[in-house]
Every structure is written in C-alpha cells, then in structure tokens.
Nanobody, 122 residues
Framework: QVQLVESGGGLVQPGGSLRLSCAVSGSFVSTSNMAWYRQAPGQQRELVALIGRSESTNYADSVKGRFTISRDNAKNAVYLQMNSLKPDDSAVYYC????????????????WGQGTQVTVSS
C-alpha cells in the first residue's frame, strides 16, 4: 500500500505564510506527477499546483506569484510554499501523486492524502 502523509496546515492571518509538506511512503518504485489540490466548503476540488518528474510546474491563476510547488525526489516528497495568503485561500488542501508500483514499476496508480485544513483569518 502507498500512503501520502501531509503536514503544515493551520490557522494564519491574511498576508502570512504556510509551508505544506507531503511524503509518499509504502510499496512503490518511483513517483511521477505530484500535485496539490484544495476544496472549500460547497465548492469543487480544484488543482492548485502541479509538478512533474522533470520539475516543470503549473499553477492556478489565483495563486501564481504567491505559491511555489517543489519536490525532493530522493525523499519522495512534495512541498507547497504559500505566501501572501488571502481568506479565499482557506480550504482543505490535498496532496496527490501518480506512483509507479509493482516489482517492475509497470503499474501507474494515483493516490490522495487525507487533507489538511488551511484557514486564513484575522
């Protein structure tokens, strides 16, 4: 089984910063695309940022210039640095990863973290 463990969420004031971390563990060969999603109450889950194995990145327009996604392939980890946070950023943030599994790494499977709450409020 593959597990994604997140940390770093919490309560922060507008204009503040948070750094989210996600580590992939369990039985797998390697990771492929890794991403952060978020979901606010009553809204659809949306892609916040994605990073490929080659470290190419893609961001939602609403977070460009404020958020930075990065990865550490040696640690099988992905991070989201969030700066200049706004109340509209409040949501449950989910880590997501495509993972090659099996003895030969031939099966590509997608996994989700449990979600971590980010609340931006005075």
């Amino acid at each position: 089984q593959v597990q994604l463990v997140e940390s770093g969420g919490g309560l922060v004031q507008p204009g503040g910063s948070l750094r989210l971390s996600c580590a992939v563990s369990g039985s797998f060969v390697s990771t492929s695309n890794m991403a952060w999603y978020r979901q606010a109450p009553g809204q659809q889950r949306e892609l916040v940022a994605l990073i490929g194995r080659s470290e190419s990145t893609n961001y939602a327009d609403s977070v460009k210039g404020r958020f930075t996604i990065s990865r550490d392939n040696a640690k099988n980890a992905v991070y989201l640095q969030m700066n200049s946070l706004k109340p509209d950023d409040s949501a449950v943030y989910y880590c997501n990863a495509d993972v090659w599994t099996g003895d030969s790494g031939r099966y590509l499977r997608n996994y989700w973290g449990q979600g971590t709450q980010v609340t931006v409020s005075s």
